[in-house]
C-alpha cells in the first residue's frame, strides 16, 4: 500500500525559513499476507465399514474482506460422509481451523478398501478468495465383508421309509450378481437333497434357504449307509464367489429292509387218488445274488412236490412261485 508522510510549511521568527515547503515523502507498506484456503491432512485419511472416522482441518491464511463459505462434499456417499457440510469463515474466526469429520459407510458386498475425496468449494464476494479452489482431500474407506458360504447342519440321518433331515445355507457378504450354489448327494440311491440349485441375490443373499434331504428306499438289507450332500461350487459372475465351496454334510440313510422267505399256506392236504395241494413261496427283500430253494418230501412213498428247486433273483424275488405237491 502506497501512501505519503506530508510536511507542512516550516515556523520560524527566522524570516528567512519562516513558511518555507518542504516535499511530501512518498512510501508504500509492503504487504506480508497472502490469500489461500489451509487443509491439514489432505491424504492418508482412513475410515472404516464399521463407522470409523477420520479428520482434517481448514483455516483461511489471511483475513477476508467479506464471509468466505466452504462447502464439502463427498465423492462417493455409498463410501464416506463428511459433516459439517458447510464451513463459514468471517473477519472474526477466519485464523481459527474448523474441523471436518469423514464418516465411513458399511455396505455388505466384500469390495477390498475403497478410495474417495473431499471436495472443498469457496464461494465468497472477497474479490482475493472467489478464485480460490482448495485440493480435495484423499480418503479409503476399509472393507469389513469377505464372502463366504456358511452351511448350518447337524449330521443327518433318515430313513429308507422316506424320513427326511434339513439344513441350512447363506452367504456372508452380498454378492454383485447372482451366486448359485449346487447341492449334491455322493450317493442318490441312499439319498436326494432338493432343491438341487440354490440361487443367492442382491436381496436375498442374508436369508437362509432350507435344503431337504430325503431317504431313498431300495429293496436290498444293505444296512444303515453313510452319505454326504456337497454344497456348490459356487457358480455365477461375481469372481469372488465363483467357486466357493460350502461345508459338506454328513448323513445316514436308516435300512428298512430285512431278509426272508415267505411260504404261504404251509399245511395242506392230497390224496392218494393223486390230488395235490399248492403253496407260495416269495422273499421279503431283494438279493444281491440268486437264491435257490431246494423242494423235496420228507416222504416220497406219500407225496411228490415239483418243481424240485425255486430260484429267486433280483428280478423275480418279489413274485410269488408255486409248488405243487401230489399225492
Known amino acids: 500500500i502506497a501512501y505519503n508522510i506530508i510536511t507542512a510549511a516550516s515556523s520560524s521568527t527566522d524570516p528567512v525559513y519562516n513558511n518555507m515547503a518542504s516535499p511530501d515523502v512518498g512510501v508504500t507498506n509492503t504487504d506480508n499476507d497472502a490469500v489461500g484456503i489451509t487443509v491439514v491432512p489432505t491424504t492418508g485419511l482412513v475410515t472404516t465399514e464399521a463407522g470409523g472416522t477420520s479428520t482434517f482441518t481448514v ?41 471436518v469429520t469423514v464418516t465411513g459407510v458399511d455396505d455388505a458386498v466384500d469390495d477390498d478398501a475403497i478410495a474417495f475425496t473431499i471436495t472443498l468449494t469457496a464461494t465468497t464476494t472477497d474479490p482475493a478468495y472467489a478464485p480460490l479452489t482448495p485440493g480435495p482431500v484423499s480418503v479409503t474407506n476399509t472393507d469389513d465383508d469377505s464372502v463366504g458360504i456358511t452351511v448350518t447342519a447337524t449330521p443327518l440321518t433318515v430313513a429308507e421309509t422316506g424320513t427326511t433331515g434339513t439344513y441350512t445355507v447363506v452367504l456372508t457378504s452380498q454378492p454383485t450378481a447372482n451366486v448359485e450354489v449346487v447341492t449334491a448327494s455322493s450317493d442318490p440311491s441312499e439319498a436326494t437333497s432338493a432343491p438341487a440349485t440354490l440361487t443367492f441375490t442382491a436381496v436375498n443373499w442374508n436369508v437362509a434357504q432350507v435344503v431337504t434331504v430325503t431317504g431313498e428306499d431300495d429293496f436290498v438289507v444293505d ?105
Open 59 to 99: 483455516t483461511l491464511a489471511s483475513e477476508p474482506t467479506a464471509s468466505v463459505t466452504i462447502a464439502c462434499a463427498s465423492s462417493d456417499t455409498t463410501e464416506g460422509t463428511v459433516g459439517p457440510t458447510t464451513l463459514t469463515f468471517t473477519a472474526a474466526n477466519w485464523n481459527t481451523g474448523q474441523v
Open 223 to 327: 444296512g444303515n449307509l453313510p452319505f454326504t450332500i456337497t454344497n456348490g461350487p459356487a457358480t455365477g459372475t461375481d469372481p469372488k464367489y465363483v467357486g466357493l465351496t460350502g461345508t459338506t454334510v454328513t448323513g445316514t440313510n436308516n435300512d428298512n429292509d430285512a431278509a426272508g422267505i415267505n411260504v404261504n399256506p404251509t399245511t395242506g392236504t392230497t390224496t392218494e387218488a393223486g390230488g395235490t395241494a399248492i403253496f407260495n413261496l416269495i422273499l421279503t427283500s431283494e438279493p444281491t445274488a440268486n437264491v435257490v430253494i431246494t423242494i423235496s418230501s420228507s416222504d416220497p412213498s406219500e407225496c411228490v412236490a415239483a418243481p424240485g428247486t425255486v430260484t429267486f433273483t433280483s428280478a423275480n424275488w418279489n413274485t410269488l412261485q408255486a409248488v405243487t405237491v401230489t399225492g
